[in-house]
């Protein structure tokens, strides 16, 4: 029942172990009933009994039900900042936690993205990438990679418009465009171009970009902003994109777009202008326009963009991620190209979901989060680890995957005889095609996304049987016999038997 003042749904009011106040959830004797090994008239009983199932008509529900089951952040060991750990990262956490510095957040989601096998360059990218996709600033995050010899600096992607094209002629006739890719309009009024020759240009007052819109900077001719003797390096030089003064001077892009191939006196240009920035040299130049397409070519990366759909791979959330999914939103710096989770095993080692981070005492051993450390008096059930009611694909039948979202027949007849059992919930998509949809990627990635916060692929609470016998030399005939069942839950430590009973005698 839920008091004047009482949540709907208070956080631990389905905690079958220690359930807030007069809260009823479904409880251990509702599971063994389920399994067919109980006597006891549970509520569930009641329930089905009300609701005119008989009880004898029940046991079938024994394959589709359960009131008790348990994944955990648990995860295999490997390296985070160094130290060694055996728990996902929760990343929306880790965005939002302002112990933290920028490079210190980046070079934890990169460990944890190479534990999951996302090689090296693309997973620093990622990872300031996915800072920028769920921080709720318009700040380009950086990361100092201090590994290689020298140092590498990596640019976050935001919402924000980035030097796409640049001619520097000898003798005049140059510019630099600027391009918003993004659906929002972005104020770009005293806004700096600093080169590291050519100097400082301001953007005029009342400049404005619009959603797919370019801005041209020229020392003559049509453009959008005219300045006189820009002298831009022809083989190429380091250029700074920074917000303005009064928005704190932001660095938005550092990017040299030379020496480019070929001619000094053609454009450069870039195919995908988020980072990094990948210059080439065309046939000619595209100001205020598409770029040359025989450079921008959408269709390149392994994401299937087409140059109908593309502007649709510019996606940044600015909130945290709803689901494990939206890390396919991820781009990986590469062209084109966003993350996919079917070749690794990033999303074993990543969570959304964090009991030992949420706040509530979820064993009842009133203790939270990071002082339930398992070994002070009193402990329930260990540290905050477990996660409650995820399906596990390799055991579930069809009719169970179909109460999924977006899981029909056909795919849950697929995820059913498709290879089981899957390591990985990229080892899930990799092997069952009928998971991936039809239309852009965002589309195909639709059912994966919807189904990712609730599925897993491994088990943590059994049903065990034994049965002991005594026979013959020969095992024919059965002199006693003796039949136990048992309940077993690993998601704690130690593992505890939560239920135990002699069927047999």
């Given at each position: ?396 039948s069809t009719k169970v995957l179909q109460s999924l979202p977006n899981i ?32 852009t990627k965002w589309e195909e990635e639709e059912t994966i996304r919807s ?55």
């Amino acid at each position: 029942v839920d008091e004047v003042g009482e949540d709907a749904n208070e956080p631990g009011e389905f905690n079958s172990i220690s359930p807030i106040g007069d809260d009823e959830p479904f409880d251990i004797l509702a599971e063994v009933e389920i399994m067919g090994t109980s006597t006891y008239t549970s509520e569930l009983e009641g329930i089905f009994t009300t609701g005119g199932i008989l009880p004898d008509a029940q046991g079938a529900f024994k394959g589709y039900l359960t009131t008790y089951s348990a994944d955990t952040i648990l995860c295999p060991e490997y390296l985070l900042d160094g130290v060694g750990t055996s728990t996902k990262l929760n990343i929306n956490a880790l965005v939002n936690n302002g112990a933290y510095t920028p490079d210190e957040k980046a070079k934890m989601i990169a460990d944890t993205l190479a534990a999951g096998g996302v090689p090296d360059v693309e997973r620093q990218q990622m990872a300031v990438n996915i800072i920028d996709f769920i921080d709720s600033d318009d700040t380009v995050t950086t990361y100092l990679d201090v590994v290689p010899d020298p140092d590498v600096t990596y640019y976050g992607v935001e919402k924000t418009p980035y030097i796409n094209e640049v001619e520097a002629k000898p003798g005049g006739d140059e510019f630099i465009e600027l391009y918003n890719p993004y659906g929002t309009e972005t104020n770009i009024a005293g806004w700096t171009i600093t080169g590291t020759s050519m100097g400082t240009i301001t953007i005029d007052a009342g400049a404005t970009m619009g959603t797919d819109t370019y801005y041209v900077i020229a020392d003559g001719g049509a453009a959008d902003e005219i300045e006189l003797g820009m002298d831009l390096v022809d083989n190429g030089e380091e250029l700074t994109l920074k917000t303005s003064p009064a928005s704190g001077s932001k660095t938005v892009q550092v990017t040299n777009y030379g020496p480019p191939s070929g001619s000094p006196s053609k454009t450069v240009s870039l195919d995908d202008p988020r980072p990094p920035w990948s210059w080439a040299s065309g046939t000619s130049n595209t100001i205020g326009a598409e770029n040359d397409p025989s450079i921008f070519n959408p269709t390149f990366g392994s994401d299937n963009w087409t140059y109908v759909t593309y502007p649709s791979s510019f996606v940044i959330a600015n909130r945290r991620f709803s689901n494990k999914g939206y890390l396919c939103y991820i781009h990986t710096g590469n062209p084109w190209t966003s993350f996919a989770v079917d070749t690794t095993d990033v999303f074993e080692y990543i969570t959304i979901t964090d009991p030992s981070m949420d706040g509530i005492d979820n064993d009842g051993d009133d203790d939270i989060d990071s002082a339930d450390t398992g070994l002070q008096t009193g402990d329930i059930d260990g540290p905050e680890y477990r996660i409650h009611g995820l399906i596990n694909v390799n055991t579930a039948s069809t009719k169970v995957l179909q109460s999924l979202p977006n899981i029909n027949s056909t795919i849950g007849d697929a995820i059913d005889t498709g290879g089981k059992p899957y390591t990985s919930i990229g080892d899930l998509v990799a092997n069952v095609s009928q998971i991936t949809g039809a239309g852009t990627k965002w589309e195909e990635e639709e059912t994966i996304r919807s189904i990712s916060n609730l599925i897993t692929t491994r088990s943590n609470v059994f049903t065990v049987y034994v049965t002991a016998q005594v026979t013959d030399d020969t095992g024919t005939d059965v002199f006693a016999e003796k039949r136990i069942m048992a309940i077993v839950d690993r998601s704690v430590d130690p593992i505890r038997v939560r239920y135990f009973r002699w069927i047999t005698e």
